[in-house]
């Protein structure tokens, strides 16, 4: 089992919908739990970090965490072609060394 | 402000030489990791060093070996390249020691083993 899965996509959704991107850990002592963006050829970038259960919000990007199930979710709404890119979740292990692991990420298109 | 920076940004090398990565982050992180990154996949997980001592080492073998400097930039070295090692090496700094904060990343060296 891989300690940070994601379906790899690609996840295609019409302009202007919800785009909804999901992941899980295995990790019971994960703590924080991060979602990069990353354009091909570019390094990732952070849009949103959750450390409690329930949701955060910012801007169009709603984050989602429920530890018990070990599972975080990106809800990105009124999607835009811009936000075309792979999505990477990575959650931060403080059991063992204190290092953030990714997952493979899932490549998103919005179409237009 | 200079975000992270990273030299070279492209690098041929032929198997079996020798590599050295460098990296500055932001000013005032103390926090630095490398990653590995091969097309199609996430960032995999090298080293990590917080005031210039290593704090984090992820599943590479001992051709991969990093420091810290008192500057708080780091250098990652590869010897005895194999074919396999090609791929975008990042970089990435945070002010907590943990990067619960967040990683910023750098823009990568893209390394091209022949």
């Known amino acids: 089992q891989k300690e940070v899965e994601q379906n790899s996509g690609p996840l295609s959704v019409p302009e202007g919908a919800i785009a909804s991107l999901n992941c899980t850990y295995s990790?019971?002592?994960?703590?924080?739990f991060f979602w990069y963006r990353q354009y091909s050829g570019k390094s990732p970038e952070l849009i949103m970090f959750?450390?409690?259960?329930g949701d955060k919000e910012d801007g169009r990007f709603t984050a989602q965490l429920n530890k018990a199930s070990q599972y975080v979710s990106l809800l990105i709404r009124d999607s835009q072609p811009s936000d075309s890119a792979t999505y990477l979740c990575?959650?931060?292990?403080?059991?063992?060394?204190?290092?953030?692991?990714f997952g493979s990420g899932t490549r998103l298109s919005i179409r237009p | 402000d200079a975000g992270v920076t990273q030299s070279p940004t492209h690098l041929i090398k032929t198997r079996g030489q020798h590599v050295t990565l460098r990296c500055s982050p932001i000013s005032g992180h103390k926090s630095v990791s490398w990653y590995q990154q091969v097309l199609g996949q996430g960032p995999q997980f090298i080293f990590q060093?917080?005031?210039?001592?290593?704090?984090g080492r992820g599943n590479f073998p001992d051709r991969f070996s990093a420091r810290q400097f008192p500057n708080y930039s780091s250098e990652l070295n590869v010897n005895a390249l194999l074919l396999g090692d090609s791929a975008l090496y990042l970089c990435a700094s945070s002010f907590e020691e943990g990067g619960n904060d967040g990683y910023t990343f750098g823009s990568g060296t893209r390394l091209t083993v022949v």
């Open positions: 990575a959650v931060n292990r403080y059991s063992s060394a204190s290092k953030i692991i």
């Open positions: 990790d019971r002592g994960s703590q924080s």
């Open positions: 959750i450390y409690s259960n």
């Open positions: 060093y917080y005031e210039k001592e290593e704090r």
